[in-house]
Nanobody, 116 residues
Framework: QVQLVESGGDLVQAGGSLRLSCAAS????????MAWYRQAPGKQRELVAG???????NYTDSVKGRFTIWRDNAKNTVYLQMNRLKPEDTAVYYC??????????WGQGTQVTVAS
């Protein structure tokens, strides 16, 4: 069973930066997409950023130009660099890995709180 472990969540002032990491407990084969989602209190979970096996990325509009996703295949890790954070970025951030063999893994979440 693969486990995804997120880290890097914290309390930060508006305008600050955080880097989230999500490490898989072992190699995951045939990865299709690695992604970060977030869920704020009272809201639905939303896709923040994703990176496909070929390296292409996509971002939700509200984070474009501020967040960057990348992956280190050798470390089975996906990262999310978050700059110019805003209070509305406050949420629990989850990583997700989907494979071409239809496996779907989620991490346990890491809390990001942005104070105004």
């Amino acid at each position: 069973q693969v486990q995804l472990v997120e880290s890097g969540g914290d309390l930060v002032q508006a305008g600050g930066s955080l880097r989230l990491s999500c490490a898989a407990s072992r190699n995951i084969f045939s990865i299709n997409i690695m992604a970060w989602y977030r869920q704020a209190p009272g809201k639905q979970r939303e896709l923040v950023a994703g990176i496909f096996s070929g390296g292409s990325t996509n971002y939700t509009d509200s984070v474009k130009g501020r967040f960057t996703i990348w992956r280190d295949n050798a470390k089975n890790t996906v990262y999310l660099q978050m700059n110019r954070l805003k209070p509305e970025d406050t949420a629990v951030y989850y990583c997700r890995v989907q494979t071409s063999l239809k496996f779907d893994y989620w991490g346990q979440g890491t809390q990001v709180t942005v104070a105004s």
